[in-house]
């Protein structure tokens, strides 16, 4: 049996050059695919913040009705926007080699890092708490958009700079001349990894996906969400996580933020590679243990309020 597999996508030209990375993988391999671009609640509603519109997956969601309705037979995600729990019946089919896990600031003149005022842009809840944590007097905006609207409202307005994840602006390349490297910011679970959907039942682009997978990725990427998944997070809680292969060892370094960046609490370990099944889990409690369990229902509390 061999049929056209139908890749469901966003519309916007990140995605689309993840679908067609994917695309361009399958054909490698002997499959036939076509791309079927399709426009998300994310996408559409720009001028609310995600975690005020109360959806986990707010960027998965219309094509995971999409492939369980059969319009699209997989899908394509960046992993950072994926929910820890897929909705019944689909399954991860693969994890694509990762690419950087960064974040990094676009800015207009570094100068303002030294000074008291300055205001930087981010729709993101745990880059806005670890940026007010290292630089509390600064001011903190709300941006949204796909990478190129967020870009231009960058120019449009007076801010100091704006925060974006590495690969994102690599993969379109409009990563500018001018940012430097947020080394010091833990990335969200699974930033920069693209992982692949399909339904449980089809065992054929489920097989034809196993070929694409990158074990390392994955196993680094699975320790980061379980992490988050353990903490009870969503996509919205201001949470890091970042597991790394460090010869045969897996070395972890998450932390939860309150939303205000005053508090910190954080957590770093290293096992031996075949010793990390339940390293998130583990690492997720320790935090809970530590004053984690208070400070996420302060959060919770706010953002449903």
Not at 33 to 44: A, N, Q, R
Not at 113 to 139: D, F, N, V
Not at 211 to 238: D, M, W, Y
């Given at each position: 049996?061999?049929?056209?597999?139908?890749?469901?996508?966003?519309?916007?030209?990140?995605?689309?050059?993840?679908?067609?990375t994917?695309?361009?993988?399958?054909?490698?391999?002997?499959?036939?695919?076509?791309?079927?671009?399709?426009?998300?609640?994310?996408?559409?509603?720009?001028?609310?913040?995600?975690?005020?519109?109360?959806?986990?997956?707010?960027?998965?969601?219309?094509?995971?009705?999409?492939?369980?309705?059969?319009?699209?037979?997989?899908?394509?995600?960046?992993?950072?926007?994926v929910?820890?729990?897929?909705?019944?019946?689909?399954?991860?089919?693969?994890?694509?080699?990762?690419?950087?896990?960064?974040?990094?600031?676009?800015?207009?003149g570094?100068?303002?890092?030294?000074a008291?005022?300055?205001?930087?842009?981010?729709?993101?809840?745990?880059?806005?708490a670890?940026?007010?944590?290292?630089?509390?007097?600064?001011?903190?905006v709300?941006?949204?958009?796909?990478?190129?609207?967020?870009?231009?409202?960058?120019?449009?307005?007076?801010?100091?700079?704006?925060?974006?994840?590495?690969?994102g602006?690599?993969?379109?390349?409009?990563?500018?001349?001018?940012?430097?490297?947020?080394?010091?910011?833990?990335?969200?679970?699974?930033?920069?990894?693209?992982?692949?959907?399909?339904?449980e039942?089809?065992?054929?682009?489920?097989?034809?996906?196993?070929?694409?997978?990158?074990?390392?990725?994955?196993?680094?990427?699975?320790?980061?969400?379980?992490?988050?998944?353990?903490?009870?997070?969503?996509?919205?809680?201001?949470?890091g996580?970042?597991?790394?292969?460090?010869?045969?060892?897996?070395?972890?370094?998450?932390?939860?933020?309150?939303?205000?960046?005053?508090?910190?609490?954080?957590?770093?370990?290293?096992?031996?590679?075949?010793?990390?099944?339940?390293?998130?889990?583990?690492?997720?409690?320790?935090?809970?243990?530590?004053?984690?369990?208070?400070?996420?229902?302060?959060?919770?509390?706010?953002?449903?309020?």
């Amino acid at each position: 049996m061999s049929k056209v597999i139908r890749i469901g996508t966003r519309d916007s030209e990140l995605a689309l050059w993840q679908a067609k990375t994917v695309q361009n993988a399958l054909e490698k391999t002997g499959h036939k695919s076509e791309l079927v671009p399709v426009k998300s609640t994310g996408d559409l509603n720009l001028d609310q913040p995600l975690y005020e519109m109360g959806i986990t997956g707010i960027f998965t969601k219309t094509l995971d009705v999409a492939m369980i309705k059969g319009e699209v037979d997989i899908a394509v995600h960046s992993m950072k926007d994926v929910p820890t729990s897929l909705p019944k019946g689909i399954v991860e089919a693969a994890v694509m080699k990762r690419a950087s896990n960064k974040d990094i600031l676009v800015h207009k003149g570094v100068d303002f890092l030294e000074a008291e005022e300055g205001t930087i842009a981010t729709g993101s809840l745990r880059r806005k708490a670890q940026w007010l944590h290292k630089y509390p007097t600064h001011k903190v905006v709300d941006l949204r958009g796909n990478v190129n609207t967020r870009m231009q409202k960058l120019n449009d307005n007076s801010w100091n700079g704006a925060i974006f994840a590495a690969a994102g602006l690599e993969r379109i390349e409009i990563k500018p001349d001018n940012f430097i490297d947020l080394n010091w910011m833990i990335p969200a679970p699974a930033q920069g990894a693209m992982l692949i959907v399909a339904m449980e039942n089809d065992t054929y682009c489920r097989e034809a996906l196993s070929l694409l997978n990158h074990q390392e990725s994955q196993v680094c990427v699975h320790i980061e969400r379980e992490f988050l998944k353990v903490l009870e997070g969503g996509c919205t809680a201001p949470i890091g996580a970042l597991a790394k292969k460090v010869n045969e060892h897996i070395h972890f370094h998450g932390a939860l933020f309150s939303l205000d960046g005053k508090k910190k609490i954080e957590v770093e370990r290293a096992l031996p590679i075949d010793e990390v099944e339940n390293m998130g889990k583990e690492c997720a409690l320790e935090i809970l243990n530590n004053g984690g369990k208070e400070l996420m229902t302060r959060i919770k509390s706010v953002l449903n309020n």
